[in-house]
């Protein structure tokens, strides 16, 4: 079974409106950490927002915020404000288990989604 | 600094070729890695270092050979590769154990084709 699942196949959005990117995950831990990544076609990883497990609020970053929804084991990325520069491809993922910002926690991502900001 | 350096951006090998792919960071993460990705796919991980030593080998094919010479530079060496190894390869730093919760610093990678 897909530990993070990401099933928007690509997205478009216009410029300056907001647009919410979908990751649901599957974890038996109680300890884990969410992350999001935006890869531009220039190839480098941008990390872009973080949510651990116990972690009460959402977090925030900038223009970007995650609607973290435990129970429902969904961790979607809301980016505000479109801009054509959020073209790319995100990348939600997740590390587990109680030690899961050692280096031993394996990474895991989902397949990713396509954004496409218009002007 | 919180800059992943890869060298070289571009590599265009022969199957009989040996070249190393270079990564350096300076943020004092004692956790590196290697990830290779396909086109329109997710990072797949390949090694972790965790002070200087090899951590985790994800079954990687003995023509991959990671090296860690200090806590600053991770070589990857390549020898013998296959087509089917075309890919963009990239680097990563992490905080250890307890810290930066996980997060990974990446590079922007080395475009690899092999002929």
């Known amino acids: 079974a897909q530990k993070i699942t990401q099933t928007q196949p690509g997205m478009f959005v216009q410029e300056k409106e907001a647009v919410t990117l979908d990751c649901t995950y599957d974890?038996?831990?109680?300890?884990?950490?969410l992350f999001w990544y935006k890869q531009p076609s220039s190839g480098e990883m941008i990390f872009l927002i973080y949510q651990g497990s116990y972690d009460e609020q959402n977090a925030t970053e900038g223009r970007y915020s995650l609607n973290f929804q435990k129970a429902r084991k969904s961790a979607n990325l809301v980016i505000s404000a479109s801009q054509l520069g959020d073209s790319a491809m995100y990348f939600c993922?997740?590390?587990?288990?109680?030690?899961?910002?050692?280096?031993?926690?394996?990474?895991?991502f989902g397949k990713g989604i396509t954004l496409s900001v218009r002007p | 600094d919180t800059e992943v350096t890869q060298t070289p951006k571009h590599l265009v090998m022969g199957m009989t070729n040996k070249k190393s792919l270079k990564c350096e960071q300076h943020m004092g993460h004692r956790a590196m890695y290697w990830y290779k990705q396909k086109a329109k796919k997710p990072p797949e991980l390949m090694f972790v270092y965790s002070y200087e030593k090899l951590s985790i080998n994800e079954s990687v094919p003995s023509r991959f050979s990671p090296e860690c010479p200090n806590s600053s530079l991770l070589n990857l060496h390549l020898h013998a590769l296959q087509p089917e190894d075309s890919a963009l390869y990239l680097c990563?730093?992490?905080?250890?154990?307890?810290?930066?919760?996980?997060?990974?610093?990446f590079g922007s990678g080395t475009q690899l084709s092999v002929l």
């Open positions: 990563a730093s992490s905080q250890v154990l307890g810290q930066g919760r996980g997060k990974l610093f």
């Open positions: 993922a997740m590390r587990e288990g109680p030690s899961f910002t050692g280096a031993n926690s394996k990474l895991t």
């Open positions: 974890t038996s831990d109680q300890s884990y950490g």
